[in-house]
């Protein structure tokens, strides 16, 4: 269902003359953004790879929380969270969205299910309406191969709206969930992708976003 996503890229927001020095990019997530499961994170979470990818010119920013959920109706809602007032500080050029995971944890799910549609469309509003006017991505969330901490078949409910919210508003998806599917091997405990895992989305981030986003000409 997810093989043929069309990720639309406005390259004339992002032209050379768009930015006065360095594009900064936020990666806005959970616990699967902030690496958990990766070994030297710092280094090796998907982030840290996309800026090394990227290299000169660009500045990636890891704003993901442990235990974050995209409801404001869950537990442990990002919008609660310093790492969600971080990146709106950062003032991004280009806003990386991948929630929607801790939202199908069994203690979350009976009250953020109904509420995940409008949760993601205000958070949306919250970093269009940013002075930056950052490009917005949405990562469709990855596979869960089993755990007591998250379900696949509440993912399999989420994907659709992020990508029917992702179509009403022009943005971008981004098919981390295709790029991962199947590869149970890389998640050590069938929820967090490790470092090959980590590596594989930034990857895949680097490719839809690399074309949309130029650092100013020296």
């Known amino acids: 269902m997810f093989k043929r996503i069309i990720v639309g890229i406005a390259v004339a927001a992002f032209a050379v003359s768009a930015f006065a020095e360095t594009v900064k990019i936020a990666c806005v997530g959970d616990s699967i953004t902030f690496g958990d499961k990766v070994v030297h994170r710092e280094q090796c979470s998907y982030p840290a790879v996309l800026q090394k990818m990227l290299g000169n010119g660009f500045e990636v920013k890891n704003f993901g929380r442990c235990g974050a959920s995209l409801s404001k109706e869950a537990h442990y809602p990002y919008w609660k969270v310093a790492e969600f007032e971080k990146s709106k500080e950062f003032l991004p050029n280009a806003a990386i969205i991948m929630l929607g995971t801790n939202d199908t944890n ?42 007591k901490f998250a379900s696949e078949d509440c993912l399999k409910v989420i994907r659709p709206i992020i990508m029917k919210v992702a179509k009403e508003r022009g943005i971008a998806v981004i098919d981390t969930y295709a790029a991962l599917k199947g590869k149970k091997e890389l998640f050590p405990d069938n929820l967090h992708p490790a470092n090959d895992g980590a590596k594989i989305i930034a990857e895949t981030v680097f490719a839809a976003i690399s074309p949309a986003l130029k650092p100013a000409a020296k």
Not at 117 to 127: F, G, I, Q, S, T
Not at 135 to 140: D, E, G, Q, V
């Open 106 to 147: 069994p203690k979350n799910w009976p009250l953020a299910q109904n509420y995940i549609e409008r949760d993601l469309k205000a958070l949306l509003d919250v970093y269009a309406g940013l002075p930056s006017k950052p490009k917005i991505y949405l990562c469709l969330p990855v596979e869960c191969f089993g755990s």
